[in-house]
Nanobody
Framework: QVQVVESGGGSVQTGGSLRLSCTVS????????VGWFRQAPGKEREYVAA????????DYADSVIGRFTVSGDRGQNTFYLQMTSLKSEDTAIYYC???????????????????????WGQGTQVTVSS
């Protein structure tokens, strides 16, 4: 089985920065990529960014381009989401999901879909206030 654990959330002021971590353990050999999603109260889980297991390429939601950076340390099976210039609308629980390889086409066309990811962490709260 695969275990996913997020950490690094917290409370910051508008314009501040946070770095989230996602550590994957267990049977990770079959995993292809890691995605970051977030869910605000009363809203659906929203795609944020993704990175393939080898450390690239990366992909971002339009709302975070230029502000968030996803990276990975394959040796540690740990992935990061560096968040800068945070806004109040970034407030949410952030989740890390891991997925197996389902084909290049599916990855390209559907990587923003939460249902594609088989393994999830418990989430970490990010609160941005003015």
């Amino acid at each position: 089985q695969v275990q996913v654990v997020e950490s690094g959330g917290g409370s910051v002021q508008t314009g501040g920065s946070l770095r989230l971590s996602c550590t994957v353990s267990g049977r990770s050999a079959s995993l292809y990529a890691v995605g970051w999603f977030r869910q605000a109260p009363g809203k659906e889980r929203e795609y944020v960014a993704a990175i393939t297991w080898g450390g690239g390429p990366t992909d971002y939601a339009d709302s975070v381009i230029g502000r968030f950076t996803v990276s990975g340390d394959r040796g540690q099976n740990t992935f990061y989401l560096q968040m800068t210039s945070l806004k109040s609308e970034d407030t949410a629980i952030y989740y890390c999901g891991a997925l197996k390889f389902l084909g290049e086409r599916i990855w390209t066309e559907q990587r923003t879909k939460a249902h594609l990811y088989s393994f999830w962490g418990q989430g970490t709260q990010v609160t941005v206030s003015s």
